[in-house]
């Protein structure tokens, strides 16, 4: 997994690289949704293919995908993105992603209007792709992203915890690593290329 760094400069990277007619595996975080279609019209032109992941941990990839379908039939949801005191970068590339992907699904339903709160409105956390994401940074979190779907006196909570090693980043890495020359364009998600992947 690439080291995270600052947006303009891990988008910078991944553009010359894509120029120069070489596939890319992203990794880092900070990387928006605008950043990529860039980078995925990029790789079109030139014919070589990007894979993004916000997280390579294949049990991060069924976190997503099981929320994805879950959007599909519940209308609320919410995202908390669980990280070390010293990430400095907001939400974590896997929350951020999760959150945009989700939008694609479509946006949740809103609660209370945002611009019609009583008290501070950065309670309720950054809107990305319609959804209220919440950043917590506190010492003894790695990565850890739990959205929250909501019913009629409901709910469902789908988690992914990681530990402190790089063991479970490594399997989904090298998928990515294999299939990237195969591909043209962006694939987003390392679900989407699990999904895709033969038995």
Request: net charge negative.
């Amino acid at each position: 997994m690439a080291a995270s760094a600052p947006a303009t400069g891990a988008a910078d990277q991944r553009r010359a690289r894509v120029e120069a007619g070489v596939g890319v595996v992203v990794g880092s975080s900070g990387l928006t949704a605008g950043d990529l279609a860039e980078i995925d019209a990029l790789a079109r032109g030139r014919g070589v293919g990007v894979v993004a992941s916000g997280n390579f941990s294949v049990t991060a990839a069924m976190c997503q995908a099981a929320a994805l379908l879950a959007a599909r039939h519940l209308p609320q949801w919410e995202i908390v993105d669980y990280a070390s005191a010293g990430k400095p970068d907001v939400p974590s590339g896997t929350a951020r992603e999760l959150a945009e992907r989700l939008g694609e699904v479509r946006r949740p339903e809103p609660g209370h209007p945002i611009d019609e709160l009583h008290g501070p409105q950065e309670a309720r956390g950054a809107t990305v792709a319609g959804a209220q994401v919440h950043s917590v940074r506190l010492p003894s979190f790695v990565v850890s992203t739990e959205v929250v779907f909501a019913a009629e006196d409901e709910r469902l909570s789908i988690r992914h915890d990681a530990g402190g090693s790089p063991r479970p980043y490594v399997e989904g890495t090298l998928l990515a690593v294999r299939r990237v020359p195969e591909l043209v364009g962006l694939v987003r998600g390392l679900d989407t290329l699990l999904l895709a992947a033969p038995g």
